[in-house]
């Protein structure tokens, strides 16, 4: 009994020294962002006291750049490309398990190998065809490019997610005559919602962090999104260490905020999805 | 078995099926190949053109390629990339994989309190932007503010410390470890949720034969979650060797100091879109994206044919 409570006590010290590796910095930098200069560097560990408080570093951030922008575009992208690869990796999922048609493996196949094969690879032939298009320096041609990016995994999540509702409920559906498109829109679809979390993990996240699209097929401040326009300010600021510090801030904070929210209906659809 | 659904299926008039999987395949199938599948062919076929200066294309065979891989002015950057890419992914392989292993071994222990949290904190950073995670880290090991100098001396080992980001020595390790903290939650939830999926009679069967946690998790639970440590060494695999983010925010396109830290995301980057140091050169660019596109295709095939095969899936 006695070995087992210091086994239990040895678990814990292992692992709540791990969450402050994780955590550390992440606290270390938004405290320091709500500090004076010289409090940043005079006591990097101390929280914020009465008199070392200054929001200094998040009024230069606000006048010296276009967070605003920035931020809704990012939102503007990441809100139109989920619901798009929801909506059409559904559809996709539904046709690729309910209907066996010929072909309907192969396509399947073909749809899986965006899985593995990043499509940054084809940035060369996107940044031409986008230009071609008209379509450079537009968040339209984000938008394209991530619903393509996100519908592979999508589709594979949501197709594990369709196979495990019950038979019985299109069935029964048909019985009643029900046309097909119907019976996924009324029945179907609504049924799908607990499998968005898990979409929102593998496809979202990776959307709203991305740097590399954005940097290729975005020029102008009125398409930037969040994460490149913080790395382009950060790069430009990089002296000025209470904005550098606010504007990490300002990137980290929405995100922990929203992880926090619905972190047990992600980490419950990622652990969902994996195991399949 | 006769089921429903294919009568009902199968009595529809052969153009109304056709027209209904058009609706529900066509626009992901649509988008998903002109923006995907699409662009990554003709990249390839780029690949094969050459540039002259009055930005004519020429097809020009595989000269690219022999290009790349013997003329010095491009091999010597591509093969450091190359290598530098290698060491990038084995430090992942052998740091992050191993301690989200372990984590994940810990929190599936039965009856353990507090999982719920220590999961959520551990698997944050991996929702940070890469973008993020390496200015923050910039800035903690920056010998300017002193704080990672600082912890060191704290626990009595502060000659140990060194820029290790402005190093060429270190920066690449230090740069991989940097990731490593970042996305060590990727393979512990992939684990822990196989880890979940153990039936509990193995598992109780062990412990009535008299074995503790530690010897039941290396020499059962471990074994049955094998197929899904290859699941997370490809994902790694490909993510290392498509990396960018984290080198370009924290050293920039020139993948500093000297190019130690330069990988082919960074290398693929600058040759495609030019920087300081030379013109941007879409051919080339191209070339290099498809070298890394066979790159990443050699790693799939080697899991699906060799790993997948060898690892006998435990059936549920």
């Given at each position: 009994m006695v070995k087992q409570r210091f086994q239990i006590f040895g678990v814990h010290a292992i692992l709540i020294a791990y969450c402050a590796l994780a955590l550390g910095p992440i606290l270390l930098v938004v405290m320091n962002s709500f500090k004076t200069r010289n409090a940043i560097f005079g006591a990097p560990l101390a929280p914020p006291t009465a008199t070392t408080f200054s929001l200094i570093g998040y009024m230069k951030v606000f006048n010296a750049s276009h967070i605003g922008t920035y931020f809704m575009n990012s939102l503007i992208v990441t809100v139109v490309s989920m619901v798009l690869v929801l909506l059409f990796g559904a559809m996709a999922a539904w046709a690729l398990t309910e209907y066996k048609f010929r072909g309907s493996t192969a396509l399947a196949l073909f749809l899986s190998?965006?899985?593995?094969?990043?499509?940054?690879?084809?940035?060369?032939?996107?940044?031409?065809?986008?230009?071609?298009?008209?379509?450079?320096?537009?968040?339209?041609?984000?938008?394209?490019?991530?619903?393509?990016?996100?519908?592979?995994?999508?589709?594979?999540?949501?197709?594990?997610?369709?196979?495990?509702?019950?038979?019985?409920?299109?069935?029964?559906?048909?019985?009643?005559?029900?046309?097909?498109?119907?019976?996924?829109?009324?029945?179907?679809?609504?049924?799908?919602?607990?499998?968005?979390?898990?979409?929102?993990?593998?496809?979202?996240v990776p959307i709203w962090n991305d740097l590399w699209f954005p940097l290729i097929l975005t020029s102008s401040d009125s398409t930037h999104t969040i994460?490149?326009?913080?790395?382009?300010?950060?790069?430009?600021?990089?002296?000025?260490?209470?904005?550098?510090?606010?504007?990490?801030?300002?990137?980290?904070?929405?995100?922990?905020?929203?992880?926090?929210?619905?972190?047990?209906?992600?980490i419950s659809g990622l652990t969902a999805g994996a195991v399949k | 078995m006769a089921e429903p659904i294919s009568q009902v299926v199968a009595s529809m008039p052969r153009a109304r099926f056709v027209a209904l999987m058009a609706l529900f395949l066509g626009p992901a199938v649509a988008v998903y190949t002109l923006f995907s599948i699409y662009p990554l062919i003709a990249t390839m076929g780029l690949s094969t053109y050459t540039s002259d200066s009055a930005g004519g294309f020429h097809f020009a065979g595989l000269a690219n390629f022999v290009t790349l891989?013997?003329?010095?002015?491009?091999?010597?950057?591509?093969?450091?990339?190359?290598?530098?890419?290698?060491?990038f992914?084995?430090?992942?392989?052998?740091?992050?994989?191993?301690?989200?292993?372990?984590?994940?071994?810990?929190?599936?222990?039965?009856?353990?309190?507090?999982?719920?949290?220590?999961?959520?904190?551990?698997?944050?950073?991996?929702?940070?932007?890469?973008?993020?995670?390496?200015?923050?880290?910039?800035?903690?090991?920056?010998?300017?503010?002193?704080?990672?100098?600082?912890?060191?001396?704290a626990v009595g080992l502060g000659s140990l410390f060194a820029p290790?980001?402005?190093?060429?020595?270190?920066?690449?390790?230090?740069?991989?470890?940097?990731?490593?903290?970042?996305?060590?939650?990727?393979?512990?939830?992939?684990?822990?949720?196989?880890?979940?999926?153990?039936?509990?009679?193995?598992?109780?069967?062990?412990?009535?034969?008299?074995?503790?946690?530690?010897?039941?998790?290396?020499?059962i639970k471990l074994p049955l979650v094998l197929p899904t440590i290859g699941l997370i060494s490809i994902l790694t695999f490909v993510g290392n060797f498509n990396a960018f983010d984290l080198i370009y925010s924290v050293k920039g396109a020139l993948a500093g100091p000297n190019f130690a830290s330069d990988i082919l995301g960074t290398f693929f980057y600058r040759t495609f879109f030019g920087n300081q140091l030379q013109l941007g050169n879409p051919t080339m660019g191209a070339a290099v994206a498809t070298v890394m596109f066979f790159i990443i295709l050699a790693g799939v095939c080697l899991y699906l044919f060799l790993v997948q095969r060898r690892l006998r899936r435990y059936a549920f």
């Open positions: 190998i965006g899985i593995m094969v990043p499509i940054r690879l084809g940035s060369v032939a996107i940044l031409t065809m986008m230009r071609e298009a008209d379509l450079n320096d537009t968040l339209t041609a984000l938008i394209l490019v991530y619903i393509a990016q996100g519908l592979p995994l999508s589709i594979f999540i949501l197709s594990e997610f369709i196979q495990q509702i019950p038979r019985d409920l299109r069935d029964a559906a048909r019985c009643d005559g029900v046309p097909e498109t119907r019976i996924f829109f009324e029945v179907i679809a609504p049924l799908l919602r607990p499998a968005i979390a898990t979409v929102a993990v593998f496809t979202i994460t490149l326009g913080v790395q382009q300010f950060l790069g430009q600021y990089i002296t000025d260490w209470n904005s550098v510090l606010a504007a990490l801030s300002m990137a980290i904070l929405p995100v922990v905020a929203i992880y926090v929210v619905f972190s047990r209906q992600l | 891989l013997t003329d010095s002015f491009w091999s010597k950057p591509f093969w450091n990339a190359a290598k530098n890419n290698l060491i992914f084995c430090v992942h392989m052998a740091v992050q994989n191993p301690i989200g292993i372990a984590l994940a071994g810990l929190l599936s222990l039965p009856g353990l309190k507090l999982k719920g949290l220590y999961r959520t904190i551990i698997f944050l950073p991996t929702m940070l932007s890469v973008v993020i995670v390496g200015f923050a880290w910039n800035l903690i090991l920056s010998p300017l503010w002193g704080v990672a100098e600082g912890a060191l001396k290790w980001l402005g190093l060429p020595s270190t920066a690449l390790v230090t740069l991989a470890l940097i990731s490593v903290w970042q996305f060590v939650g990727i393979p512990l939830m992939l684990i822990y949720a196989a880890l979940l999926n153990i039936p509990d009679e193995l598992v109780d069967a062990a412990r009535v034969d008299g074995l503790g946690h530690f010897r039941i998790f290396l020499h």
